[in-house]
């Protein structure tokens, strides 16, 4: 934008791929981005692509999930990172539509494995978050887990 917001000086397109349900985190000096693929309301593998810079150039877009799983049948909405003492947790928020019963409808929280280039969603189970470290663990373990 020109100093005074009333024009545009440069346009940046940062991914040229057809997705949509996009997200961004910055986490350790990369930029990642994912998205899920033009299916409407039917859940697809989703994919993330990673980049030093918003302008890219960014990488091959890979499964975030085991493809069959159609990304645990959701849709990727948003990356929240939660820094904090011990650690830095990223987590996955996403719709799982039910397109018979919109009302329905619910949502994905769980943490993603990320770090040096790579990010991956493990299969949802119940989990803890310490905010104020953030670092999580499953439910059922006792010791902390966090990049």
Not at 67 to 93: A, C, D, H, R
């Amino acid at each position: 934008m020109s100093d005074d917001y009333l024009n545009v000086v440069k346009e940046v397109c940062f991914i040229h791929a057809p997705l949509e349900g996009g997200a961004v985190v910055h986490y350790k000096g990369l930029y990642y981005a994912i998205g899920s693929a033009l299916t409407g309301w039917m859940p697809n593998p989703n994919k993330y692509a990673t980049a030093t810079s918003l302008a890219g150039p960014w990488t091959v877009f890979k499964d975030i999930a085991p493809p069959e799983t159609n990304t645990y049948s959701s849709q990727s909405t948003m990356l929240l990172k939660v820094e904090g003492t011990k650690g830095t947790t990223v987590i996955f928020m996403a719709d799982q539509w039910k397109p018979a019963a919109q009302w329905d409808s619910r949502y994905l929280w769980m943490p993603v494995e990320i770090g040096e280039g790579k990010l991956w969603l493990p299969q949802p189970k119940p989990w803890k978050l310490n905010i104020k470290k953030g670092t999580w663990k499953y439910a059922t373990e006792k010791k902390s887990t966090g990049n």
